[in-house]
């Protein structure tokens, strides 16, 4: 099946909402992309050399006082060089402080896409585990990847566009923290 190149619907979807955005929305999208990496870079909470698992729960601060919830949804995907990847959700719930109290989560309630990390979000310390709750399945989730359409975390190919969508591959650290504050101007969180 050939697939145009051209017609990836991620930047058009970005494109479309960025033009919804509000004349304060937009300044603040260009100060952030006038930052270096440096200073929109998320907090450490607390480093750990132990493997993240499928259904752990973790904090990611992208500011001082705000943490967000994150899912780890699959473990061992995307394998590339004997690396192990993890599929993530971060969610726009968030409290004031670091809690090992988790709440119901909706976890299709996402503040990004999904993303797939590697290990150094927690050896780093900006994500930290906090709990566990159970993946529900179902989730209707994937990627679109250039050249071949939509595709689920191990690079199989989908029937359809999924719900939750990213783009496929993985986030560095710098690219995780862009997102993340980007989307804390585009959901009015910013301070």
């Not at 862009?178 to 585009?186: G, P, R, S």
């Amino acid at each position: 099946m050939h697939l145009d190149i051209n017609n990836n619907p991620l930047p058009k979807r970005a494109e479309r909402r960025y033009a919804s955005f509000t004349e304060k929305q937009r300044r603040q999208i260009e100060i952030l992309n006038d930052m270096t990496w440096k200073e929109y870079q998320l907090n450490v909470i607390k480093k750990t050399k132990t493997l993240p698992r499928k259904g752990d729960v973790f904090l990611v601060s992208p500011q001082s006082n705000c943490f967000f919830w994150g899912v780890v949804v699959q473990e061992q995907v995307y394998h590339m060089e004997n690396e192990n990847f993890w599929l993530v959700f971060i969610l726009k719930d968030r409290v004031s402080d670091v809690s090992f109290n988790v709440p119901e989560l909706d976890i299709e309630n996402l503040l990004i896409e999904p993303a797939m990390v590697g290990q150094f979000f927690w050896t780093s310390g900006v994500f930290f585990n906090v709990g566990k709750i159970e993946i529900p399945s179902g989730l209707d989730y994937g990627f679109y990847r250039i050249g071949k359409g939509y595709v689920d975390e191990y690079g199989r190919a989908l029937e359809q566009e999924p719900k939750l969508m990213g783009t496929y591959g993985v986030s560095s650290k710098d690219g995780l923290a862009y997102e993340i504050n980007y989307e804390l101007i585009a959901n009015n969180i910013y301070e």
